[in-house]
Protein backbone atom coordinates (compact mmCIF):
# COMPACT_ATOMS: atom_id res chain seq x y z
CA UNK A 1 0.00 0.00 0.00
CA UNK A 2 2.68 2.85 0.89
CA UNK A 3 4.48 1.66 -2.47
CA UNK A 4 1.43 2.45 -4.86
CA UNK A 5 0.32 5.56 -2.46
CA UNK A 6 4.18 7.28 -1.84
CA UNK A 7 5.80 6.10 -4.99
CA UNK A 8 3.28 5.18 -7.83
CA UNK A 9 1.31 8.12 -6.36
CA UNK A 10 -2.00 6.14 -6.99
CA UNK A 11 -5.01 7.45 -4.57
CA UNK A 12 -6.27 5.88 -1.30
CA UNK A 13 -10.06 4.84 -3.31
CA UNK A 14 -7.48 3.71 -6.27
CA UNK A 15 -5.51 1.32 -3.68
CA UNK A 16 -8.43 0.56 -2.17
CA UNK A 17 -10.20 -1.20 -4.73
CA UNK A 18 -6.71 -2.99 -5.49
CA UNK A 19 -7.32 -4.73 -1.98
CA UNK A 20 -10.65 -5.04 -1.76
CA UNK A 21 -10.96 -2.91 1.24
CA UNK A 22 -12.31 0.61 2.22
CA UNK A 23 -10.40 3.50 1.79
CA UNK A 24 -10.59 4.36 5.17
CA UNK A 25 -8.75 1.05 6.26
CA UNK A 26 -5.99 2.20 3.28
CA UNK A 27 -5.91 5.47 5.81
CA UNK A 28 -5.96 4.23 9.22
CA UNK A 29 -3.25 1.20 7.83
CA UNK A 30 -0.63 3.87 6.26
CA UNK A 31 -1.43 5.79 9.62
CA UNK A 32 -0.17 3.37 11.13
CA UNK A 33 2.60 2.68 9.42
CA UNK A 34 4.12 6.25 9.38
CA UNK A 35 3.52 5.77 13.27
CA UNK A 36 5.38 2.04 13.71
CA UNK A 37 8.08 3.95 11.80
CA UNK A 38 7.74 1.10 8.87
CA UNK A 39 7.35 4.48 6.58
CA UNK A 40 9.76 7.29 7.19
CA UNK A 41 8.91 10.77 5.61
CA UNK A 42 11.32 13.30 4.93
CA UNK A 43 10.97 17.15 4.14
CA UNK A 44 13.87 17.65 1.07
CA UNK A 45 14.68 20.85 0.31
CA UNK A 46 16.05 20.72 -2.99
CA UNK A 47 19.34 22.33 -4.05
CA UNK A 48 19.05 25.44 -5.77
CA UNK A 49 20.50 25.25 -9.26
CA UNK A 50 22.95 28.17 -11.15
CA UNK A 51 21.48 28.34 -14.43
CA UNK A 52 24.15 30.29 -15.90
CA UNK A 53 27.30 28.23 -14.61
CA UNK A 54 25.05 25.17 -15.96
CA UNK A 55 24.73 26.80 -19.46
CA UNK A 56 28.48 27.78 -19.10
CA UNK A 57 29.26 24.33 -18.46
CA UNK A 58 27.31 22.35 -21.15
CA UNK A 59 28.76 24.90 -23.57
CA UNK A 60 32.38 25.08 -22.57
CA UNK A 61 32.46 21.51 -23.04
CA UNK A 62 29.81 20.44 -25.27
CA UNK A 63 27.65 18.56 -22.84
CA UNK A 64 23.66 16.70 -23.15
CA UNK A 65 22.78 17.41 -19.52
CA UNK A 66 24.75 20.21 -17.21
CA UNK A 67 23.60 20.74 -13.29
CA UNK A 68 25.42 23.29 -10.98
CA UNK A 69 23.89 23.87 -7.87
CA UNK A 70 25.19 26.82 -5.19
CA UNK A 71 27.69 25.96 -2.90
CA UNK A 72 29.34 27.88 -0.40
CA UNK A 73 33.02 27.06 1.12
CA UNK A 74 31.50 27.81 4.49
CA UNK A 75 28.17 26.18 4.21
CA UNK A 76 26.63 24.73 7.74
CA UNK A 77 27.61 20.63 8.03
CA UNK A 78 30.76 21.23 5.21
CA UNK A 79 31.56 18.84 3.19
CA UNK A 80 28.87 15.84 4.27
CA UNK A 81 25.76 18.40 2.91
CA UNK A 82 27.47 19.48 -0.38
CA UNK A 83 27.29 15.40 -0.82
CA UNK A 84 23.94 15.11 0.21
CA UNK A 85 22.87 17.94 -2.54
CA UNK A 86 24.97 16.79 -4.96
CA UNK A 87 22.97 13.22 -4.26
CA UNK A 88 19.76 15.36 -4.49
CA UNK A 89 20.54 16.58 -7.50
CA UNK A 90 21.55 13.41 -9.21
CA UNK A 91 18.45 11.87 -8.27
CA UNK A 92 16.14 14.63 -10.02
CA UNK A 93 18.47 14.08 -13.41
CA UNK A 94 17.63 10.40 -13.18
CA UNK A 95 14.17 10.93 -12.27
CA UNK A 96 14.01 12.71 -15.76
CA UNK A 97 16.36 10.64 -18.16
CA UNK A 98 16.08 7.44 -17.32
CA UNK A 99 12.98 5.57 -19.25
CA UNK A 100 11.63 2.27 -19.27
CA UNK A 101 13.82 -0.87 -20.59
CA UNK A 102 17.16 1.33 -19.62
CA UNK A 103 20.10 -0.29 -17.99
CA UNK A 104 21.02 2.04 -15.18
CA UNK A 105 25.00 1.12 -14.08
CA UNK A 106 26.12 2.89 -11.00
CA UNK A 107 29.79 3.29 -9.73
CA UNK A 108 30.44 2.77 -6.09
CA UNK A 109 31.55 6.04 -4.06
CA UNK A 110 30.20 8.08 -1.40
CA UNK A 111 28.31 10.48 -4.03
CA UNK A 112 26.27 7.47 -4.92
CA UNK A 113 25.53 6.62 -1.65
CA UNK A 114 24.20 9.97 -0.80
CA UNK A 115 22.17 9.27 -4.33
CA UNK A 116 20.70 6.28 -2.63
CA UNK A 117 18.09 7.97 -0.89
CA UNK A 118 17.04 10.91 -2.55
CA UNK A 119 15.41 8.34 -5.52
CA UNK A 120 11.82 8.59 -5.19
CA UNK A 121 10.78 8.17 -8.75
CA UNK A 122 12.40 6.00 -11.41
CA UNK A 123 11.15 4.51 -14.61
CA UNK A 124 11.45 0.85 -14.82
CA UNK A 125 14.76 -0.51 -15.13
CA UNK A 126 17.33 -2.70 -14.74
CA UNK A 127 20.59 -1.75 -12.12
CA UNK A 128 24.05 -2.71 -12.39
CA UNK A 129 26.57 -1.81 -10.04
CA UNK A 130 29.88 -0.71 -12.35
CA UNK A 131 32.74 -1.31 -9.91
CA UNK A 132 33.71 -3.73 -6.66
CA UNK A 133 34.01 -1.41 -3.30
CA UNK A 134 37.05 -0.50 -1.33
CA UNK A 135 39.08 -3.04 0.65
CA UNK A 136 39.27 -0.25 3.56
CA UNK A 137 35.53 -0.73 4.29
CA UNK A 138 33.62 -3.86 4.65
CA UNK A 139 31.62 -5.23 1.37
CA UNK A 140 28.21 -4.48 3.45
CA UNK A 141 24.65 -3.07 2.80
CA UNK A 142 26.16 0.42 2.74
CA UNK A 143 28.38 -0.46 -0.45
CA UNK A 144 25.55 -1.69 -2.59
CA UNK A 145 22.72 0.11 -1.17
CA UNK A 146 22.01 2.88 -3.84
CA UNK A 147 22.18 -0.03 -6.57
CA UNK A 148 19.57 -2.04 -4.70
CA UNK A 149 17.31 1.32 -3.59
CA UNK A 150 17.05 2.52 -7.49
CA UNK A 151 16.11 -1.00 -8.49
CA UNK A 152 13.55 -0.88 -5.89
CA UNK A 153 12.02 2.64 -6.82
CA UNK A 154 12.72 0.97 -10.44
CA UNK A 155 11.07 -1.73 -9.93
CA UNK A 156 13.62 -3.72 -11.43
CA UNK A 157 16.58 -6.47 -11.04
CA UNK A 158 19.35 -5.33 -9.03
CA UNK A 159 23.22 -6.27 -10.29
CA UNK A 160 25.21 -6.08 -7.40
CA UNK A 161 29.05 -6.55 -7.10
CA UNK A 162 30.49 -8.04 -4.13
CA UNK A 163 33.91 -7.62 -4.59
CA UNK A 164 36.80 -5.40 -3.78
CA UNK A 165 37.53 -2.79 -6.50
CA UNK A 166 40.96 -2.92 -5.90
CA UNK A 167 43.28 -6.09 -5.80
CA UNK A 168 46.75 -7.37 -4.29
CA UNK A 169 47.72 -8.26 -7.99
CA UNK A 170 46.31 -9.37 -11.56
CA UNK A 171 45.99 -12.63 -10.89
CA UNK A 172 43.32 -12.70 -7.64
CA UNK A 173 41.60 -9.90 -10.02
CA UNK A 174 41.09 -12.45 -12.80
CA UNK A 175 39.90 -15.30 -10.40
CA UNK A 176 37.52 -12.91 -8.54
CA UNK A 177 36.01 -12.02 -12.51
CA UNK A 178 35.42 -15.73 -13.09
CA UNK A 179 33.09 -15.53 -9.83
CA UNK A 180 29.21 -16.69 -10.67
CA UNK A 181 27.73 -13.30 -9.55
CA UNK A 182 30.64 -11.36 -10.42
CA UNK A 183 30.13 -12.61 -14.09
CA UNK A 184 26.78 -11.65 -13.78
CA UNK A 185 27.04 -8.13 -12.87
CA UNK A 186 30.19 -7.55 -15.26
CA UNK A 187 28.39 -9.49 -18.36
CA UNK A 188 25.75 -6.31 -18.00
CA UNK A 189 28.19 -3.89 -19.00
CA UNK A 190 27.89 -3.66 -22.46
CA UNK A 191 24.40 -3.38 -22.29
CA UNK A 192 24.56 -0.15 -19.85
CA UNK A 193 22.60 3.03 -21.48
CA UNK A 194 22.78 5.05 -18.44
CA UNK A 195 25.84 5.46 -16.22
CA UNK A 196 26.60 7.33 -13.22
CA UNK A 197 30.16 7.69 -12.67
CA UNK A 198 32.50 10.04 -10.48
CA UNK A 199 35.63 11.34 -9.76
CA UNK A 200 38.95 10.80 -7.15
CA UNK A 201 40.90 13.02 -6.45
CA UNK A 202 44.91 12.05 -6.34
CA UNK A 203 45.31 12.30 -2.27
CA UNK A 204 44.05 11.55 1.14
CA UNK A 205 40.78 10.54 1.23
CA UNK A 206 39.62 11.59 -2.19
CA UNK A 207 40.18 8.83 -4.28
CA UNK A 208 39.29 5.08 -2.72
CA UNK A 209 41.92 3.62 -4.63
CA UNK A 210 44.59 6.04 -3.72
CA UNK A 211 43.67 5.21 -0.19
CA UNK A 212 44.35 1.43 -0.72
CA UNK A 213 47.87 2.05 -1.90
CA UNK A 214 50.82 2.13 -0.19
CA UNK A 215 52.90 5.30 0.00
CA UNK A 216 55.43 4.27 -2.67
CA UNK A 217 52.95 2.87 -5.13
CA UNK A 218 50.64 6.51 -4.60
CA UNK A 219 54.55 8.81 -5.29
CA UNK A 220 55.28 6.21 -7.87
CA UNK A 221 51.75 7.00 -10.10
CA UNK A 222 52.02 10.72 -8.98
CA UNK A 223 55.71 11.26 -10.41
CA UNK A 224 53.99 9.27 -13.47
CA UNK A 225 51.32 12.44 -14.09
CA UNK A 226 48.55 10.57 -11.87
CA UNK A 227 45.88 13.90 -10.65
CA UNK A 228 42.58 11.63 -11.04
CA UNK A 229 41.03 8.69 -10.90
CA UNK A 230 37.93 7.48 -12.69
CA UNK A 231 36.41 3.96 -12.50
CA UNK A 232 39.97 2.74 -10.65
CA UNK A 233 41.65 4.05 -13.89
CA UNK A 234 44.41 6.52 -13.27
CA UNK A 235 44.47 9.79 -15.39
CA UNK A 236 46.85 12.69 -15.94
CA UNK A 237 45.83 15.69 -15.98
CA UNK A 238 44.74 15.87 -20.12
CA UNK A 239 43.15 13.10 -19.45
CA UNK A 240 45.29 10.52 -20.40
CA UNK A 241 45.39 6.95 -18.45
CA UNK A 242 48.67 6.70 -16.70
CA UNK A 243 49.98 3.54 -14.97
CA UNK A 244 47.77 1.09 -17.07
CA UNK A 245 48.99 -1.98 -15.21
CA UNK A 246 47.16 -1.08 -12.51
CA UNK A 247 43.37 -1.86 -14.19
CA UNK A 248 44.72 -5.56 -14.44
CA UNK A 249 44.40 -5.15 -10.39
CA UNK A 250 40.57 -3.20 -11.06
CA UNK A 251 37.27 -4.37 -10.53
CA UNK A 252 34.85 -1.96 -12.62
CA UNK A 253 33.73 -0.92 -16.20
CA UNK A 254 36.16 -0.19 -18.24
CA UNK A 255 36.59 3.05 -20.44
CA UNK A 256 36.31 1.21 -23.50
CA UNK A 257 32.75 0.04 -22.23
CA UNK A 258 31.71 3.51 -20.91
CA UNK A 259 32.89 4.84 -24.60
CA UNK A 260 29.80 2.84 -25.64
CA UNK A 261 27.64 3.90 -23.03
CA UNK A 262 24.86 6.49 -24.86
CA UNK A 263 24.19 8.79 -21.33
CA UNK A 264 27.32 9.27 -18.57
CA UNK A 265 26.99 11.43 -16.24
CA UNK A 266 29.47 12.95 -14.11
CA UNK A 267 29.60 13.15 -10.15
CA UNK A 268 32.14 15.59 -8.74
CA UNK A 269 31.83 17.89 -5.21
CA UNK A 270 33.91 20.04 -3.52
CA UNK A 271 36.99 22.67 -4.91
CA UNK A 272 39.49 19.77 -3.94
CA UNK A 273 38.48 17.65 -6.93
CA UNK A 274 37.92 20.53 -8.99
CA UNK A 275 41.49 19.71 -10.88
CA UNK A 276 40.43 16.06 -10.82
CA UNK A 277 37.48 17.21 -12.78
CA UNK A 278 39.00 19.05 -15.04
CA UNK A 279 41.07 16.22 -16.54
CA UNK A 280 38.07 13.73 -16.40
CA UNK A 281 36.12 15.52 -18.90
CA UNK A 282 39.32 15.41 -20.84
CA UNK A 283 39.21 11.75 -21.09
CA UNK A 284 35.86 12.62 -23.68
CA UNK A 285 33.43 9.78 -21.66
CA UNK A 286 31.13 11.96 -20.47
CA UNK A 287 28.04 13.80 -21.88
CA UNK A 288 26.73 15.03 -19.18
CA UNK A 289 27.78 16.54 -15.50
CA UNK A 290 25.96 16.97 -11.58
CA UNK A 291 28.58 19.81 -9.61
CA UNK A 292 28.48 22.41 -7.45
CA UNK A 293 29.79 25.93 -8.04
CA UNK A 294 33.55 25.50 -6.46
CA UNK A 295 34.35 23.01 -8.93
CA UNK A 296 32.54 24.78 -11.36
CA UNK A 297 34.20 28.03 -11.21
CA UNK A 298 37.29 26.66 -11.93
CA UNK A 299 36.36 24.17 -14.78
CA UNK A 300 35.27 27.71 -16.43
CA UNK A 301 38.29 29.89 -15.74
Not at 100 to 107: P, Q
Not at 113 to 133: D, F, I, N, Y
Not at 265 to 292: C, H, M, Q, S, Y
Request: hydrophobic residues 45%; proline residues 4%.
Amino acid sequence: MARRFYLEGKSKTEIAEEFGISRFKVARTLESAVRDGLIRLEIRLPAELDAERSDALRTRYGLSHSLVFNSQADDPGGAAVITRRLGSVAADLLAEIVTEGDVLGLIWGPEIEALGPELTSLARCTVVQLCGVTPLRPVDANAVEAVRRAAAVARGVAYPIYAPHLLPDGETARMLRRQPGIVEAVSRFSQVTKAVITVGGWGPGLSTVYDALGEAEREDYRRQGACAEVSGRLIDAEGQVVAPELSERIIAISFEELRRVPDVILLADGVERATATAAALKTGLFNGIVTDTAVAEHLLV
